[in-house]
């Protein structure tokens, strides 16, 4: 599986972005999907999951009520939709495919990893 990340960019705090992952070669519509990023100096911090059919979605209280994540099963595709954007929400930010149906926000738990798309937001 080969995933293209896209959408990041430069925005000013309060502003909003729209990530986007596509995936290739063999088909993820079954497994769950993730966004982490990674920050400056940072280790990895998981930002969002949701499942196999988009039922079911969990996100890290750092992003809770500002970022949404989706995905359309018959593009391959996840979305990150960023609201309200804070400094402290520059990092590049990653997408996985995970091995299960569902999944939740360790790493281990994602088998297939992007190459990040870089976010900064300027205060």
């Known amino acids: 599986v080969q995933l293209q990340a896209s959408g990041g960019g430069l925005v000013q705090a309060g502003g909003s972005l729209r990530l986007s992952c596509a995936t290739s070669?063999?088909?993820?519509?079954?497994?769950?999907m993730a966004w982490f990023r990674q920050a400056p100096g940072k280790e990895h911090e998981f930002v969002a999951t949701i499942s196999w059919n988009g039922g079911s979605t969990y996100y890290a209280d750092s992003v809770k009520g500002r970022f949404t994540i989706s995905r359309d099963r018959t593009k391959n595709t996840v979305y990150l939709q960023m609201n309200s954007l804070k400094p402290e929400d520059t990092a590049a930010y990653y997408c996985?495919?995970?091995?299960?149906?569902?999944?939740?926000?360790?790493?281990?738990?994602?088998?297939?990893w992007g190459q990040g798309t870089l976010v900064t937001v300027s205060s």
């Open positions: 996985a495919v995970a091995l299960r149906a569902v999944a939740g926000s360790g790493r281990s738990e994602y088998r297939y």
């Open positions: 070669g063999r088909t993820s519509s079954n497994n769950a």
